[in-house]
Nanobody, 114 residues
Framework: QVQLVESGGGLVQAGGSLRLSCAAS????????MAWYRQTPEKQRELVASITSGSSTNYADSVKGRFTISRDNAKNTVSLQMNSLKPEDTAVYYC????????WGQGTQVTVSS
């Protein structure tokens, strides 16, 4: 079955960095668009960054210049390098995969303290 397993979340001070990783199994990873979304209790789930099968990337305006999404098709992983973190980046971050069907990971908590 399909699994998307996130790791790398945690607590960090403002200005710090975290790297999230998502290990995918059960899908043809190289053919999938991969993405990271985030959600807080106050907001709807929102797109943070995406990367297509051709490695084209897209970022939310709020994270441009601070976050970098990348993929390793040999390892079936997608990562999100998050630098210069702000308290407003606090959220549960979800890994997402889409080819013809969409899949979601279980989420990982990122907390940025001020």
């Amino acid at each position: 079955q399909v699994q998307l397993v996130e790791s790398g979340g945690g607590l960090v001070q403002a200005g710090g960095s975290l790297r999230l990783s998502c290990a995918a199994s059960g899908i043809r990873f190289s053919l999938n668009t991969m993405a990271w979304y985030r959600q807080t209790p106050e907001k709807q789930r929102e797109l943070v960054a995406s990367i297509t099968s051709g490695s084209s990337t897209n970022y939310a305006d709020s994270v441009k210049g601070r976050f970098t999404i990348s993929r390793d098709n040999a390892k079936n992983t997608v990562s999100l390098q998050m630098n210069s973190l702000k308290p407003e980046d606090t959220a549960v971050y979800y890994c997402y995969a889409r080819q013809w069907v969409t899949y979601w990971g279980q989420g990982t908590q990122v907390t940025v303290s001020s």
